[in-house]
T-cell receptor, first 114, second 114 residues
Framework: AQSVSQHNHHVILSEAASLELGCNYS??????LFWYVQYPGQHLQLLLK??????LVKGIKGFEAEFIKSKFSFNLRKPSVQWSDTAEYFC????????????FGSGTRLLVRP | DAMVIQNPRYQVTQFGKPVTLSCSQT?????MYWYQQKSSQAPKLLFH???????NEADTPDNFQSRRPNTSFCFLDIRSPGLGDAAMYLC?????????????FGPGTRLTVL
């Protein structure tokens, strides 16, 4: 069965610090990869996605993620976080052969201190 | 703006009293999903509709049912809510495409069971 692991459940950073959130998945086939963000009191929204091509993808608000196939990883990065990045971040995987099903990780709560 | 709307945002029900949550979309997407998200956990897919075709997840309890009367609306019925059903319920939509499955989420309905 497919699964997604996010190893950091809570992360606390100061503004301007660099961010890297880990995401690993278990599935042997071809996958689509996503990062969703949920700001306090708001709905889940897409941050960035990878389907194919350049494994380094850029998303909104200065976020990027790198797909490393050999490590089954899709880590999220941002060079300099802002207080407004305080949110919960979910990694998600969709296997190409079950295209309607999105498997989420358990999420990482990021708190950015001003 | 095209969007996914969920009503109500907060729902309180009594143990065993049936409750219906609603979701509507203006995106004209073929696929609609219902997720259950408990505190500090990943969203868990309950079922989805591809047009009128209903697809239940194997581990979704029989207590949960769904209806999709037309493209725009989808309902989640909980026949006899238990205390363990208290959660955030998320509706999402996507266009049907084999290699692309970005899902758009509504704001969720937080269900409290007394």
């Amino acid at each position: 069965a497919q699964s997604v692991s996010q190893h950091n459940h809570h992360v606390i950073l100061s503004e301007a610090a660099s961010l890297e959130l880990g995401c690993n998945y278990s599935y042997g086939g071809t996958v689509n990869l996503f990062w969703y963000v949920q700001y306090p009191g708001q709905h889940l929204q897409l941050l960035l996605k990878y389907f194919s091509g350049d494994p380094l993808v850029k998303g909104i608000k200065g976020f990027e993620a790198e797909f490393i196939k050999s490590k089954f990883s899709f880590n999220l990065r941002k060079p300099s976080v802002q207080w407004s990045d305080t949110a919960e971040y979910f990694c998600a995987v969709n296997a190409r052969d079950s295209s309607y099903k999105l498997i989420f990780g358990s999420g990482t709560r990021l708190l950015v201190r001003p | 703006d095209a969007m996914v709307i969920q009503n109500p945002r907060y729902q309180v029900t009594q143990f065993g009293k049936p409750v219906t949550l609603s979701c509507s979309q203006t995106l004209n997407h073929n696929v609609m999903y219902w997720y259950q998200q408990k505190s500090s956990q990943a969203p868990k897919l309950l079922f989805h509709y591809y047009d009128k075709d209903f697809n239940n997840e194997a581990d979704t309890p029989d207590n949960f049912q769904s209806r999709r009367p037309n493209t725009s609306f989808c309902f989640l019925d909980i026949r006899s809510p238990g205390l363990g059903d208290a959660a955030m319920y998320l509706c999402a939509t996507s266009r049907a495409h084999l290699s692309y499955n970005e899902q758009f989420f509504g704001p969720g309905t937080r269900l409290t069971v007394l």
